[in-house]
C-alpha cells in the first residue's frame, strides 16, 4: 500500500509568517509522529499522537509550535511567527500501534527567510 | 552525554569488505533497537530492529544488541556502493517516540 506522505515537500517562508506542514499516515496506522532533522543531525521527536489525541508533546520547543489530528489520521504541523532557526527538514512517521516499528514519509524541508 | 551515540565516520569500506556500525545508549530501560538508512536528500528508511539480545540476521544485515553494556551494531557483509549512506541508530525507552544517534556516514569504495 501507499506510504506516509507529507505536503508540501518544499516550503520557502519569511520570518515572522505561519507555516503548515501536512502528513497523511499510512492507511491503518494509529500512531503518528513529527520529527525535526538539521543537517548532520539525527531526527529529533516533536510529537506524538496515538489516534486523535497527542500522547507526548514533550518535543515541541515552544508555544509557536502546534499539531493537530483531529480525525485520527492526517495531521498537521502549525509553526506561527516563524524563525530562522525553524528552518530544517520535518519528518512525519507512523507505525500501526506505538511503539511499533516508524515509517518515515519524504519529509517537509522548510526554509525560513 | 548524549542518550544515542554514534561515531559521525566517514567509515570506509572497499567493496566486498565487512563493515560494522556502532551505537551506545544511556538509558537502561531502553527497549527496542531501529538501525534506519538514510541516503542523502531522503528521508530514513528501516533497514533492522532488535528487541532481545543477541544477534539478528537479515540477508547482507545483521543487527547485534547486548543491553549489558548498552551496544548496538550493524554489520552489512559484501557492502556495496549502493550501501553509501548514513547509518542511524534509533531507541525506544518506552516512551514512544525515537531516540536517534547523529548517525554514522558510510562510504563503500568501488
Known amino acids: 500500500g501507499a506510504g506516509v506522505s507529507q505536503t508540501p515537500s518544499n516550503k520557502v517562508t519569511e520570518k515572522g509568517k505561519y507555516v503548515e506542514l501536512r502528513c497523511d499516515p499510512i492507511?491503518?496506522?494509529?500512531?503518528l509522529y513529527w520529527y525535526r532533522q538539521s543537517l548532520g543531525q539525527g531526527p529529533e521527536f516533536l510529537i506524538y499522537f496515538q489516534g486523535t489525541g497527542a500522547a507526548d508533546d514533550s518535543g515541541l520547543p515552544n508555544d509557536r509550535f502546534f499539531a493537530v489530528r483531529p480525525e485520527g489520521s492526517v495531521s498537521t504541523l502549525k509553526i506561527q511567527r516563524t524563525e530562522r532557526g525553524d528552518s530544517a527538514v520535518y519528518l512525519c512517521?507512523?507505525?500501526?500501534?506505538?511503539?511499533?516499528?516508524?515509517?518515515f514519509g519524504p519529509g517537509t524541508r522548510l526554509t525560513v527567510l | 552525554q548524549k542518550e544515542v551515540e554514534q561515531n559521525s565516520g566517514p567509515l570506509s569500506v572497499p567493496e566486498g569488505a565487512i563493515a560494522s556500525l556502532n551505537c551506545t545508549y544511556s538509558d537502561r530501560g531502553s527497549q527496542s533497537f531501529f538501525w534506519y538508512r538514510q541516503y542523502s536528500g531522503k528521508s530514513p528508511e528501516l533497514i533492522m530492529s532488535i528487541y532481545s539480545n543477541g544477534d539478528k540476521e537479515d540477508g547482507r544485515f545483521t543487527a547485534q544488541l547486548n543491553k549489558a553494556s548498552q551496544y548496538v551494531s550493524l554489520l552489512i557483509r559484501d557492502s556495496q556502493p549502493s550501501d553509501s549512506a548514513t547509518y542511524l541508530c534509533a531507541v525506544n525507552a518506552g516512551r514512544r517516540a525515537l531516540t536517534f544517534g547523529s548517525g554514522t556516514r558510510l562510504q563503500v569504495q568501488p
Open positions: 492507511s491503518g496506522h494509529t500512531a
Open positions: 512517521a507512523s507505525s500501526r500501534t506505538g511503539p511499533d516499528t516508524q515509517y
